[in-house]
């Protein structure tokens, strides 16, 4: 069984922080990339952050320069580091995983379960 388990949103005001976790376990043989979408009401599902394997990153220009992706190898976990919030970055959070799983030559796509953030203003 393999499980993505998100932790850290909640409700904030405007100019503060939030950390957002998510950690994945089970069968897993390697991870791939790793990222953060987030849908607001009404709204599509949108790319906020990506990380690659070797480390590189890529950010939505609507949260450059407030949000920081990073991940930790060792516990399969990858982070966002969340500043500066805003009203707009209210909407639930979903890590997305790209993982091999052990005993498969396959890579496949995993969500969380997603984290509501609330930025009140």
């Known amino acids: 069984q393999l499980q993505l388990v998100e932790s850290g949103g909640g409700l904030v005001q405007a100019g503060g922080s939030l950390r957002l976790s998510c950690a994945a376990s089970?069968?897993?043989?390697?991870?791939?990339?790793m990222g953060w979408y987030r849908q607001a009401p009404g709204k599509q599902r949108e790319l906020v952050a990506h990380?690659?394997?070797?480390?590189?990153?890529d950010y939505a220009d609507s949260v450059k320069g407030r949000f920081t992706i990073s991940r930790d190898n060792a516990k399969n976990t990858v982070f966002l580091q969340m500043n500066s919030l805003k009203p707009e970055d209210t909407a639930v959070y979903y890590c997305?995983?790209?993982?091999?799983?052990?005993?498969?030559?396959?890579?496949?796509?995993?969500w969380g379960q997603g984290t509501q953030v609330t930025v009140s203003s």
């Open positions: 997305n995983v790209l993982i091999v799983r052990r005993y498969s030559s396959t890579t496949n796509t995993y």
């Open positions: 089970g069968s897993i043989f390697s991870i791939n990339a």
């Open positions: 990380i690659s394997s070797g480390g590189s990153t």
